[in-house]
Nanobody, 133 residues
Framework: QLRLVESGGGPVQAGGSLTLSCGVS???????????LGWVRQVIGKEREGFAT????????TYTDDVKGRFTISRDKSKNALYLQMNSLKSEDTGTYYC???????????????????????WGQGTQVTVSS
């Protein structure tokens, strides 16, 4: 079972940048076992929204349209870390951000955010991002 711990949230000015980190532990020693890692956010007054995924098998990433081109999900295997680089932040990006995971994946499982949405099975504790205009 993976364990996820986020860090890096805080206040930021609109138009600015912020990087979130997520420590990921508990990977299986079996290299054939793959996971779908992702980021989900909870904005006040809205449902929880999954917006980025990264497939551990091929490091292939997907995004929702509202963050595509502004946010980048990445992974450092040597540090067992998942990152979210957020640029051109807007006030509507304010919310609680969760590192999340799905897996182990079986043949045919998708790691596309358009299919998964917020439906991950493993969650971090969340970190607050506040964008002020």
């Amino acid at each position: 079972q993976l364990r996820l711990v986020e860090s890096g949230g805080g206040p930021v000015q609109a138009g600015g940048s912020l990087t979130l980190s997520c420590g990921v532990s508990g990977y299986s020693a079996n290299l054939y076992i793959k996971y779908c890692l992702g980021w989900v956010r909870q904005v006040i007054g809205k449902e929880r929204e999954g917006f980025a995924t990264l497939y551990t098998g091929e490091s292939r990433d997907t995004y929702t349209d509202d963050v595509k081109g502004r946010f980048t999900i990445s992974r450092d295997k040597s540090k067992n870390a998942l990152y979210l680089q957020m640029n051109s932040l807007k006030s509507e990006d304010t919310g609680t951000y969760y590192c999340a995971a799905l897996g182990p994946l079986t043949h045919g499982d998708s790691c596309d955010i358009s299919i998964i949405g917020p439906n991950f099975g493993i969650w971090g504790q969340g970190t607050q991002v506040t964008v002020s205009s």
